[in-house]
């Protein structure tokens, strides 16, 4: 029960919060000059430019826009992407699934590949296998995502051959048919049985999505060695050496579940980066995704895009660290709920 | 105890050697700040009086589109030719402007001097000389030029029925333009197109929108050197980035639209392969002449007799009602931003005075047409079930040419009245949806990704060679160039500085030599809007600086056009003397060519006047150099 | 701060001298902590001498020199380092681009944490309201990835580098607020804080003079750290269109202006050669800049944290 109070009171901590993005975002749609732009396009008449006026009330004081602005925002009308060609909403939800699977599989990564050098690094501390670790950790969090992924792209397309540049598929099942009922391409190829689209799939995001995860196994790395660092000298892990149990068994059974908590926290952070890295990512595997369009939509100076994409980011980022929080609280007694 | 920073408890808590550390980083960078700032700015000179332009010296910001790399170019080769006139003196900064932001700077004459390009929609000379000399064209608004003698010229050419008397016309036209030198013309683009060796079938015409893949061919069986996934049945087409505005005649005025809409609509008459003079029938069963009665001889009535058993590719007949339908479609709804004013501008009386169509009511319900059904009516109707008749408001020979755009493409009736018809259903339909009588149908447009095409098997003529097409988006080029090398796409969108990346390649056909219609130009502003300059502090020159003759034909000369043509195009332009490229009627090998002479451009800026009265550059305040020079 | 004879002065800097000899040797110990120093310091070196180790010409020294030409190979005639698109000299370009790294690096994180001290002490010495209001901004603008709010911002505003820097300003302050106001919340409780209230100091006096100058530790770490971060987002902004244009001395523009090479040929001599040059020698610039601070920015957390000291 306290746990589900926890929860509530998060729950009511984020009003402000979201309401604050909100102004801040409103603030960026007023300050581009003419607000109505955001909504509206080339193909519209007359009669249909004074309907969007009166629905918004731009002739009204800034509140009263901004009770109506926020109205529109909740009932999904965010404006009309040039770049897609949509409503900025139908634009998300067509690029969301090829962005979600991307970020999914490079947490994936970053979590496997961060924790078990966070492992070996706090074991062997101060050992020549830590340094490394760090020093490449700290490459990790320094290099450039967009030249690490133009490298990667040249490597492994250009010189190895391994991968393809870009793209969700080949080109050759366009002809075939893409099944597109979710738009997650992974699941609707396995509803409709095409292995070969779900393993091609798999294969075009490899290269992505290993660029993707790049910072986070750092970040990943040095939280997960800093914990269980914290965690080897806790009493109970040094009881249970005492008692003779194999160090072996000491850091995978009982260190690393610890370790492991606030590492989780570390996730939910790093979820806002690779949103960001996704950006850049994107554009240079040209993979459809939220990133790409954003960053054409940067291209063509279509803020009313941009600015739909970082209110939908921050809702996620929201989001995704208070469930974060939530999980952490439910992991670790010592947190106090209260 | 007071005089001290740092409480003696801190430092025994271990802050102090933090601090210390502290210091010593922020000291270095501060240092270095400083040193960066201080070494980045110059000192400015007092100047000395001069009259003449070149002696005094100028700022001034020059326009290109941002992502036209070749255009950045050439705004730093003019940039470099007028510099060098008098180093230190004359400073220009280039810019790369957004197009949305262009469209706004240049609807308030904001920008002193831009670089653009102009494609035709139609094989005439006034699609060249109407923009650009006009009053009420395009860019000779742009650039604040009237000149009302001229206007006259170019509204009496327009209707010149004999060709030779027509193109004197232009010729005079064009050489009186060369002395006044109001744009600048810096290329003529000629074609390039790289494909796989295996395709058969390509040819080109300047007036095309992108392939006519009826014509193409490629073996069933993979050829040596074709990769595993080779399919004789699809072809693939890598392109650039970017959607279609609509694929809807009654809208789309932009190539990536119009190759979809060329290969699926088909128009009552088109261009004859290669040529982009002669027209043969289409959907039609002749072009109309004067000899065989299609045309009146005032030049005013235009009757199309149709071919008979077209089918389109929902099955239904096309008759008569169809082409009226399409054109009269695309009236109604008469979007500004639409290629309909070339049909609207001569069919419709007073056709400026009408307004777009527009909608009303809940849901849009309720259209209202832009130009009414009866003004429509009077001006284009079905006489019978395969004769449709075009009445002209003046005798207007390009007429034809107008009618082999996408706009003159013929839609069913049918599938459009089923699809919402003409209301805002209707239309919203169309933005994605095709039926059409072409050699292909329409399969689908992935937004951002590929748009894919089907023969359409009960195709007139013999269905065509190839089953699938599908034109796919890669930003990149060299991916595209990586993907034609490797045979994973037939043929690929190459820009013309990656040219040597193709040249030579086994397995790859490169064709060139061509001239295209695109003319790429200078244009220099004779009205500045000094109040509107995006970049105050980047232009000092007063608002008519360009209405100076001598100040234009000095930029006309400090170009250097071969090395522009060299270095951007890699050798695959022309230097154009005038806005008719090369190729087209109306174009005169008699005009000159203004040459890259840097004596010739001092002397003509040297020529030039100083106004008496400065404009007042704008006193530089301290803040605005501690701005300018962190901005730097 | 009353003046000070000399003898006071000697006797004042002694034991910080001292404290000054303590931590150099720390790190000078610390290999990681030297590798980061000597990489800051090359750049900064490199930024200070770009005139003498690339000349610049008439007009704009940040704009990089060019013969329109295609990239040419490190070694060429005249190009040490190569040239890139339109022929531009690498190292031209990379020896000035440091310039602008280090511009973007001092001014932004600099600004950021002038106003991140200001808020933050108010917030943490005031409390109440004032704390309330500020806590509350904070969280909303860390509630938004910094990145992506960057990009928002520079989305509306005219893509100079000077707008470039105020969008990373904009993101960059609220960490910097939440670290000085939970430091301000600690010294504040100290006893000559409570000294100095005693003798009737004015609040806002015991504030700027007595507790900031006191809380300012930690953010050392941060600000080092950022100073590299700032250069790798902004190289980022830049890439994707914000920031400056084509032919700029800026490093994240340098690798987008040749990623339109990185994958094709070009011919030198008449051979066809791949020019790798154009993306890795600015990329490699943007990941030492960063990385030296970096290490710097890590080995002084390890040096600074009481835990691991001797």
Not at chain 1, 315 to 335: G, Q, S
Not at chain 2, 274 to 298: F, Y
Not at chain 3, 37 to 63: E, N, T, Y
Not at chain 3, 107 to 131: C, N, Q, R
């Amino acid at each position: 029960m306290r746990l589900l109070n926890y929860i509530i009171r998060r729950l009511l901590l984020l009003i402000p919060v979201l309401l604050g993005v909100s102004i801040i975002v409103f603030t960026l749609t007023r300050i581009t000059g003419n607000p109505a732009a955001a909504y509206i396009n080339e193909k519209m008449s007359q009669s249909q430019i004074d309907q969007v006026f009166e629905r918004y009330h731009f002739d009204e004081p800034i509140w009263t826009q901004f009770i109506y602005w926020l109205q529109g925002v909740i009932q999904g009308d965010w404006g009309w992407s040039r770049t897609a060609s949509l409503p900025v909403t139908d634009a998300i939800l067509k690029y969301f699934p090829a962005t979600f699977e991307l970020t999914i599989l490079s947490i994936i990564i970053a979590v496997v590949i961060g924790i078990l050098l966070g492992m070996s690094s706090a074991v062997r501390r101060n050992k020549p296998f830590d340094h490394v670790t760090r020093v490449v950790s700290l490459i990790g969090v320094s290099l450039p995502i967009f030249w690490l992924a133009l490298i990667l792209q040249f490597v492994f397309y250009y010189q190895l051959k391994w991968f393809p540049a870009g793209g969700r598929y080949d080109i050759s099942f366009i002809i075939s048919g893409v099944p597109r009922f979710t738009g997650f391409l992974l699941i609707d190829s396995l509803m409709v049985g095409n292995f070969n689209l779900f393993f091609n799939g798999i294969y075009h995001l490899i290269l992505p999505a290993v660029t993707l995860s790049f910072g986070t196994i750092a970040i990943v790395t040095r939280i997960m060695r800093n914990s269980m660092l914290e965690v080897l000298n806790l009493d109970y892990i040094r009881t249970a050496r005492a008692k003779g149990l194999s160090d072996r068994s000491v850091i995978w059974k009982h260190a690393r579940k610890n370790a492991m908590i606030p590492t989780t926290t570390v996730i939910g952070l790093a979820f806002g980066g690779l949103l960001g890295g996704a950006v850049l990512t994107e554009s240079i595997f040209y993979w459809p995704g939220l990133g790409r369009w954003s960053a054409n939509s940067i291209r063509v100076l279509d803020s009313t895009s941009v600015i739909g994409f970082c209110l939908l980011v921050a809702f996620i980022y929201v989001i995704v660290n208070l469930a974060v929080d939530v999980m952490y609280a439910y992991l670790d007694p010592r947190v106090r709920l209260g | 105890m007071e005089g001290s920073e740092i409480k003696p408890e801190a430092a025994a808590k271990g802050g102090m050697n933090i601090k210390l550390i502290a210091i010593i980083v922020v000291a270095v960078l501060v240092i270095a700040a400083v040193g960066v700032v201080l070494l980045m700015g110059g000192d400015d000179e007092p100047e000395p009086e001069a009259t003449n332009w070149l002696d005094k010296g100028f700022k001034l910001e020059l326009f290109y589109n941002s992502g036209n790399d070749v255009r950045a170019l050439a705004c730093q080769l003019m940039k470099q030719g007028l510099e060098a006139l008098n180093p230190g003196k004359i400073d220009i900064t280039t810019t790369g402007v957004e197009w949305a932001q262009y469209l706004e700077l240049r609807k308030n004459g904001a920008m002193p001097a831009m670089f653009l390009g102009w494609a035709p929609d139609y094989a005439d000379p006034d699609n060249y000389v109407q923009p650009f000399y006009h009053s009420a064209g395009t860019y000779s608004s742009m650039i604040g030029y009237f000149n009302s003698t001229l206007d006259d010229m170019i509204v009496e050419a327009q209707g010149i029925l004999d060709l030779d008397d027509r193109a004197a016309a232009y010729e005079a036209m064009e050489m009186d333009m060369y002395e006044e030198c109001v744009f600048i013309w810096t290329a003529q683009a000629t074609q390039f197109h790289a494909e796989r060796s295996w395709i058969s079938g390509y040819y080109f015409n300047p007036m095309q929108s992108g392939l006519v893949y009826y014509s193409f061919d490629k073996p069933d069986v993979a050829p040596a050197g074709a990769p595993s996934s080779y399919d004789g049945d699809t072809f693939v087409m890598a392109t650039i980035d970017g959607n279609p505005e609509s694929l809807d005649t009654a809208v789309g005025y932009e190539t990536a639209g119009g190759e979809i809409m060329q290969n699926v609509y088909e128009n009552l008459i088109f261009y004859n392969g290669t040529s982009a003079s002669e027209l043969i029938p289409v959907l039609a069963s002749e072009v109309p002449t004067v000899d065989n009665g299609g045309i009146s001889e005032d030049g005013l009535t235009y009757i199309f007799h149709l071919k008979e058993d077209v089918k389109f590719h929902d099955g239904t007949d096309m008759t008569s009602e169809d082409v009226k339908y399409s054109l009269a479609r695309a009236l109604m709804l008469n979007d500004p931003h639409s290629p309909v004013w070339m049909v609207g501008q001569v069919t419709i009386p007073d056709y400026y005075s009408y307004d777009q169509g527009s909608y009303s009511g809940s849901e849009n319900a309720t259209f209202t047409p832009g130009i009414p059904d009866d003004v429509i009516d009077a001006a284009i109707w079905a006489s019978d079930d395969y004769t449709i008749q075009i009445n002209l408001t003046s005798a207007y020979p390009a007429f034809l040419y107008v009618m082999a755009y996408n706009i003159g493409g013929v839609m069913s009736k049918d599938y459009v009245e089923a699809n919402g018809g003409i209301s805002y259903d209707g239309f919203l339909w169309m933005y994605n949806h095709m039926c059409g009588t072409g050699p292909y149908q329409f399969v689908e447009w992935e937004s951002s990704n590929y748009i894919s095409m089907v023969r359409y098997d009960e195709y007139r003529d013999g269905p065509a060679a190839i089953k699938n097409v599908v034109i796919q988006q890669i930003a990149d080029a060299a991916t595209r160039i990586l993907l034609l090398k490797a045979g994973d796409v037939d043929c690929a969108a190459v820009p013309r500085f990656q040219k040597a990346d193709v040249e030579g390649v086994v397995g790859i056909n490169v064709t060139q030599g061509i001239g295209t219609f695109n003319i790429d130009f200078l244009g220099l502003n004779q009205a500045l809007n000094l109040t509107a300059l995006p970049n105050p502090e980047k232009t000092n020159v007063p608002a008519d600086f360009f209405a100076d003759k001598n100040v234009r034909l000095a930029f006309a000369h400090a170009f250097d056009y071969a090395k522009y043509i060299d270095s951007g195009l890699k050798g695959t332009a022309i230097q154009p003397n005038g806005p008719i490229p090369m190729g087209m009627f109306g174009y005169s090998a008699n005009i000159p060519l203004y040459d890259f002479n840097m004596t010739k451009a001092a002397d003509f800026l040297k020529a030039s006047d100083v106004p008496a009265v400065d404009a007042g550059a704008g006193a530089d305040t301290v803040l605005d150099m501690i701005i300018a020079r962190i901005e730097i | 701060m009353t003046a000070l004879g000399l003898g006071g002065l000697s006797q004042e800097l002694r034991p910080r001298i001292k404290e000054l000899r303590n931590s150099l040797s720390l790190i000078r110990e610390n290999i990681t902590a030297m590798m980061g120093l000597i990489m800051v310091l090359s750049i900064v070196i490199i930024a200070l001498l770009a005139p003498v180790i690339a000349p610049p010409g008439l007009g704009d020294p940040m704009v990089i020199p060019k013969d329109f030409g295609d990239p040419q190979p490190p070694g060429a005639p005249g190009h040490l380092l190569g040239t890139g698109k339109w022929g531009s000299d690498m190292l031209y370009g990379l020896v000035w681009g440091a310039r602008t790294s280090i511009t973007i690096a001092v001014f932004v994180v600099f600004t950021a944490m002038i106003v991140g001290i200001m808020l933050g002490a108010l917030s943490g010495y005031y409390g109440g309201k004032v704390d309330d209001i500020i806590m509350r901004l904070t969280d909303v603008f860390l509630s938004l990835p910094a990145l992506i709010l960057a990009m928002a911002i520079a989305s509306i505003l005219e893509r100079t580098l000077i707008n470039l820097m105020l969008a990373l300003i904009i993101v960059w302050w609220p960490p910097y607020a939440r670290l000085i106001r939970a430091q301000v919340l600690s010294v504040k409780e100290n006893t000559y804080v409570e000294a100095a209230r005693a003798i009737g100091a004015s609040r806002n006096r015991i504030l700027f003079k007595h507790i900031v100058p006191n809380s300012l530790s930690p953010i050392i770490v941060s600000v080092t750290m950022d100073m590299g971060a700032v250069v790798l987002v902004a190289a980022g902004l830049s890439y994707i269109g914000f920031g400056v244009e084509t032919g700029y001395a800026e490093w994240g523009r340098m690798v987008s202006d040749g990623q339109q090479f990185f994958l094709s040929t070009v011919y030198y001599l008449g051979e066809p050669i791949n020019p790798w040059w154009v993306v890795v020698f600015p990329g490699t610039m943007i990941l030492l800049f960063t990385m030296g601070f970096s290490l710097l920015g890590d080995s002084l957390r390890d040096i600074l944290d009481p835990r691991l000291r001797r």
